[in-house]
């Protein structure tokens, strides 16, 4: 069974991961977009040659409803991936820790991971990205230890 620490540490990567394609994904979407409605427009100028995954740090509200979308639409199903992989590396941990039978400690995995995701959301509509930790991740450690701390089994 993977030490706490360990899954911590997992799942942080797993998230850093998620997050990263999120937002490549998202600044793609609204590359796009911006090329096909603003294309000589000071927004045009501010994200041109700068990486996907940075265009969502870039662009304001007036931004956005130039283009017709929002962050959170953008967004939109940017976790799912990450929320099975988080999953599984879960309930194996809930299962060794409460001794869950697989419904119990299926529905707390799955618990656990809607806080992450959510988490997740929150953390790039606050800074779109823009923020590095100290652990040198886009989600900072708290998160997660945080989220697994709901099963009351995780002490720091």
């Known amino acids: 069974?993977?030490?706490e620490s360990r899954l911590v540490g997992l799942l942080l990567g797993e998230a850093d991961a998620a997050m990263e394609r999120a937002l490549e994904r998202a600044g793609n979407v609204a590359?796009?977009?911006i090329t096909k409605a603003a294309k000589d427009q000071p927004v045009y100028n501010r994200?041109?040659?700068r990486p996907n995954v940075r265009v969502l740090s870039l662009l304001n509200a007036k931004d956005f409803e130039t283009i017709?979308?929002?962050p959170t639409k953008l967004l939109e199903g940017?976790?799912?991936s990450f929320a099975a992989k988080a999953e599984g590396l879960v309930q194996p941990w809930i299962i060794d820790k409460i001794?869950?039978?697989g419904h119990r400690s299926s529905n707390a995995a799955?618990?656990?991971v809607d806080d992450l995701c959510s988490s997740l959301q929150t953390l790039v509509l606050?800074?779109?990205g823009a923020r590095e930790y100290p652990n040198g991740l886009r989600v900072p450690d708290m998160l997660v230890v945080t989220a697994l701390e709901q099963i009351g089994q995780v002490s720091w």
């Open 1 to 3: 069974m993977l030490p």
């Open 31 to 33: 590359r796009s977009k």
């Open 47 to 49: 994200i041109n040659g």
């Open 68 to 70: 017709g979308t929002s």
């Open 78 to 80: 940017a976790w799912d």
């Open 99 to 101: 001794g869950a039978n």
């Open 110 to 112: 799955r618990s656990v």
């Open 126 to 128: 606050d800074d779109m």
